[in-house]
């Protein structure tokens, strides 16, 4: 068969609202993140990364090296931005299978919220590891839309969430979203017996199950394979099944971290916060018009059955929590909220098939197009952010060589010892709100690991950075303590081959 039969073929295949979904996605994702597409953008991570094997084994993240080498090792901001566009307009035509979505204008409004949610920005400003996230996104729908839809499809889900889970875990929530929503819709608006019902969470939680545990025995053989040990980032070498213990301590942090998403901080009100409000209004309202046009009420175990899921929702976006207690919730880990926003989109297209509603139905629509814009906005104001943090560091650093380059004894100089760290060191986002990672106020760099990065990297020059043991030894001498702080003219000096830097009274 020529390749021209071949595609004449696929074509043919390929449903019209797949089309939609697909395009709609990638096209609006292109338009709204155009400006990180062609910008080099970095965070105090991306300092290390101008070409690193993504070999994060230590992190739990065991395929990421593989899911993160098919746009090579390198941070292109258009290579690594346009298969990440391409992996999340691909998770668009998996959910328009999985909630069955047929209207062109319920596949639009999805495809903007998908293709604007806040995560993906902050994924986008972590370039050099985006394009393998997004893919572990687009294998965790995969995973759930196998399973759903083919009598053998458990087994390969439980393959796409082994590598999803291994390219980047915090994706488990959203295939576990996903399943919740597809759960809602079933139970208020499908004739599905449950007895079908409970054979597909059967096949969900066996996929689930057998999935993680796929992805736990991956981890343990490559760690022994490479010699490698669990870091402690993130909790990574305290995950385990939950305890009791570690339930009553996961619930109200997981509750936590659902309200102060949407709401918080609470002394602080913008649009952000105000569509929140309308979305949860829209939800009550869309759930007891669910339940009058059936008369859902009188089936007590449906009923049961519905309210369960709606009390999950807030786990299911924290589900890592439940995991391990020392995790950190930031925007990367945050994609299974976005589901939030798309289940009333959902429920006003069944509306249209089942009864008129057209109050409501504009309703939704109208409050989804204006956070989708607002979403666009809160990206872009993002990347101003970034783009000015960076040209800050940029502007510092070409100081910082020239102030050293003057210095005697220059010629000598192989290593970097930078003393102290600015104020915002341990400052990793900025909360417009949402609390938006990858981005900060200050300088990307801020210690001394960040500047031998950045300068050899950027700059051209070759330094070293020096042991923690030798920073120690070289900032408690009289000569370092008699240093003012940067850019004071003592806050330099070269003793021997090492160039020292004073920005803090830490070192």
Avoid at 50 to 68: A, E, K, S, V
Avoid at 163 to 186: E, F, P, R, T
Avoid at 224 to 235: C, F, M, R, T, V
Avoid at 429 to 437: C, L, Y
Wanted: charged letters at 15%; a negative charge.
């Amino acid at each position: 068969m020529l390749p021209e039969h071949f595609f004449e073929k696929i074509q043919k295949k390929i449903k019209p609202e797949w089309r939609f979904a697909f395009l709609s996605t990638f096209g609006l994702g292109f338009l709204i993140h155009l400006y990180r597409l062609v910008n080099p953008l970095l965070t105090w991570d991306s300092l290390y990364n101008f070409h690193d094997p993504q070999n994060t084994i230590h992190l739990g993240r065991c395929f990421l090296t593989l899911t993160c080498g098919i746009s090579s090792y390198y941070d292109l901001p258009t290579v690594n931005g346009l298969l990440s566009l391409l992996y999340i307009a691909l998770t668009a035509v998996c959910l328009s299978e999985i909630f069955e979505i047929r209207s062109r204008l319920s596949l639009f409004l999805m495809s903007g919220i998908l293709a604007s949610f806040p995560t993906a920005a902050s994924t986008l400003l972590y370039m050099y590891t985006a394009d393998g996230y997004f893919l572990a996104m687009l294998l965790a729908a995969l995973a759930v839309l196998v399973t759903l839809k083919y009598r053998h499809g458990l087994f390969a889900g439980m393959v796409l969430l082994c590598i999803s889970y291994g390219s980047y875990q915090a994706y488990i929530s959203y295939a576990v979203m996903l399943i919740l929503v597809w759960s809602i819709l079933q139970l208020l608006y499908e004739k599905t017996a449950l007895k079908d019902f409970f054979q597909k969470i059967g096949r969900f939680v066996l996929m689930g199950g057998c999935g993680t545990a796929l992805y736990l025995i991956s981890f343990k053989l490559l760690s022994a394979l490479e010699h490698i040990q669990a870091s402690d980032y993130q909790g990574v070498s305290t995950m385990k099944l939950p305890g009791i213990s570690d339930l009553l301590h996961a619930v109200p942090s997981a509750l936590t971290e659902f309200i102060y998403f949407f709401f918080g901080p609470l002394s602080r009100i913008n649009l952000f916060k105000i569509l929140n409000v309308l979305l949860f209004v829209l939800l009550f309202l869309l759930f007891i018009l669910g339940l009058a046009a059936d008369r859902l009420w009188k089936d007590r175990l449906r009923l049961l059955l519905l309210v369960i899921c709606y009390v999950l929702l807030p786990f299911g976006c924290c589900i890592i929590y439940f995991v391990t207690p020392d995790v950190k919730y930031h925007m990367l880990m945050m994609m299974g909220f976005s589901l939030i926003y798309l289940l009333p989109i959902l429920q006003s297209d069944r509306i249209c098939q089942t009864s008129l509603h057209p109050a409501m139905v504009w309703t939704v629509t109208l409050v989804a197009l204006v956070t989708v814009y607002n979403f666009a906005l809160i990206d872009n104001i993002t990347y101003l952010h970034a783009k000015k943090s960076y040209e800050q560091t940029y502007a510092l650093a070409v100081e910082m060589a020239d102030r050293i380059e003057q210095t005697d004894g220059f010629e000598n100089v192989s290593k970097l010892c930078v003393l102290g760290h600015f104020d915002d060191a341990d400052s990793i986002s900025i909360n417009f709100p949402p609390n938006m990672t990858g981005i900060k106020e200050g300088y990307i760099a801020t210690e001394q690991n960040h500047f031998a990065a950045f300068l050899n990297t950027y700059l051209g020059m070759e330094l070293s950075g020096c042991t923690e043991e030798e920073a120690v030894t070289i900032g408690n001498s009289p000569e370092s303590q008699s240093m003012a702080l940067w850019p004071a003219a003592s806050s330099v000096r070269i003793e021997n081959d090492t160039v020292i830097i004073k920005i803090g009274g830490d070192s």
